[in-house]
C-alpha cells in the first residue's frame, strides 16, 4: 500500500465548479499535513497546512480525519488559475523536520 | 527577501558521468532537504541535512550524496549517472527554533528545481 493516496484525476471542470480532492495515508502516527499546489513544470508550492480542526483560505478547506487516515480539499467557485497538479503531503514529524512524503498528485484542469 | 535558489536549471549529461547540483536556502533557514521528482510522480525525499550532518536518508543508493556547508547552502552528487536518474532535483529549505525543534505550522519550501537528463 502506497504511504499517500490521492484521487487519479484528472479533474476537468467548469468555472465556478466545486471541486473536492481526497487523500489516504497509511501510516497513522504521521504528525503534520499539507496541500501543495505544482503548476507544470514548475517547483510545489504551500497551498496550506491542514489541521483536524479544519481550516479555510478564502476558496480553498482542507479537512483532517485522523481515526479515518483522510485528508481532504475543497475548491469553491474554481478560476482558471487553479488549473493545476494539487499534491496531498504527509510528514512524520511535526513542522519542517523529517522527510515529507508527496501523493502522486491530482491534475485539475479549469475550462471557461 | 530571496526565496530557495537553485542552480542549474537544466543539465544534460550521458549515462557514467557525475553531476552536482547546488541550493542556496531561504534567508533564515538552515535545513535543507533534496527529493527527486520522476514525470509523473510525487517527490521522492533523497535526505536532508542540518548543521552539516546528514539528519535523514530516503531510500536512494549511495551514488547520491550531498553536503551542506557553514552558511546553510547544499550540494547534491550524483554518481555513475543511469538513465533512470533523469528527474526534476528539488532542493528544500526549512526553519528550526532553537533547541532543534520546529513548529508544527512549519512546513518546506522548495526551489525551482534542477532538470536533469541523461542520456
Known amino acids: 500500500r502506497k504511504e499517500v493516496e490521492q484521487d487519479p484525476g484528472p479533474f476537468n471542470v467548469p468555472e465556478g465548479a466545486t471541486v473536492a480532492f481526497n487523500c489516504t495515508y497509511s501510516n497513522s502516527a504521521s504528525q503534520s499535513f499539507f496541500w501543495y499546489r505544482q503548476d507544470c513544470r514548475k517547483e510545489p508550492k504551500l497551498l496550506m497546512s491542514v489541521y483536524s480542526s479544519g481550516n479555510e483560505d478564502g476558496r480553498f478547506t482542507a479537512q483532517l480525519n485522523r481515526a479515518s487516515q483522510y485528508i481532504s480539499l475543497l475548491i469553491r467557485d474554481s478560476k482558471l488559475s487553479d488549473s493545476a497538479t494539487y499534491l496531498c503531503v504527509v510528514n512524520l514529524y511535526g513542522g519542517s523536520q523529517g522527510n515529507l512524503i508527496f501523493g502522486k498528485g491530482t491534475k485539475l484542469s479549469v475550462k471557461p | 527577501d530571496a526565496g530557495v535558489t537553485q542552480s542549474p536549471t537544466h543539465l544534460i549529461k550521458t549515462r557514467g558521468q557525475q553531476v552536482t547540483l547546488r541550493c542556496s536556502p531561504k534567508?533564515?533557514?538552515?535545513?535543507v532537504s533534496w527529493y527527486q521528482q520522476a514525470l509523473g510522480q510525487g517527490p521522492q525525499f533523497i535526505f536532508q541535512y542540518y548543521e552539516e550532518e546528514e539528519r535523514q536518508r530516503g531510500n536512494f543508493p549511495d551514488r547520491f550524496s550531498g553536503h551542506q556547508f557553514p552558511n546553510y547552502s547544499s550540494e547534491l552528487n550524483v554518481n555513475a549517472l543511469l538513465l533512470g536518474d533523469s528527474a526534476l532535483y528539488l532542493c528544500?529549505?526549512?526553519?528550526?527554533?532553537?533547541?532543534?525543534?520546529?513548529?508544527?505550522?512549519?512546513?518546506?519550501?522548495f526551489g525551482p528545481g534542477t532538470r536533469l537528463t541523461v542520456l
Open positions: 534567508s533564515g533557514h538552515d535545513t
Open positions: 528544500a529549505s526549512s526553519p528550526t527554533t532553537s533547541g532543534g525543534t520546529t513548529s508544527s505550522t512549519d512546513t518546506q519550501y
